[in-house]
């Protein structure tokens, strides 16, 4: 098991740039992928970025050259480096964690670990 601690959303400008942190405690080193995922209100939640065990990584269409995902073993941490942001962004931002390595990345449903969430508001 693990668990997830977001932190670093915050409300900013179109154009800006934010850094989201997610402390993971438990095992994280028995999960395949890790990554973020949004939720604006009445939409469905859609993947943002993961990376797996390898360090490979995958980014939605929607925010490839502008978000940055990575993570640091030593210090347990996963972060989403945004820039460029845009109010499409705004969102209520979601660390998660998964062992499945079949199925899709974005696939939200095959996620067994969330975090509270840590809202991002990009105002034009």
């Known amino acids: 098991q693990v668990r997830l601690v977001e932190s670093g959303g915050d409300s900013v400008q179109s154009g800006g740039s934010l850094r989201l942190s997610c402390a993971v405690s438990?095992?994280?080193?028995?999960?395949?992928?890790m990554g973020w995922f949004r939720q604006a209100p009445g939409k469905l939640r859609e993947g943002v970025a993961v990376?797996?065990?390898?360090?490979?990584?995958n980014y939605a269409d929607s925010v490839k050259g502008r978000f940055t995902v990575s993570r640091d073993n030593a210090k347990n941490t996963l972060y989403l480096q945004m820039s460029s942001l845009r109010p499409e962004d705004t969102a209520m931002y979601f660390c998660?964690?998964?062992?499945?390595?079949?199925?899709?990345?974005?696939?939200?449903?095959?996620?067994?670990?969330w975090g509270q969430g840590t809202q991002v508001t990009v105002s034009s």
């Open positions: 998660a964690a998964r062992k499945l390595r079949i199925g899709a990345w974005a696939d939200f449903t095959l996620y067994n670990y």
């Open positions: 438990g095992h994280p080193h028995s999960m395949y992928y």
């Open positions: 990376i797996d065990s390898d360090g490979h990584v």
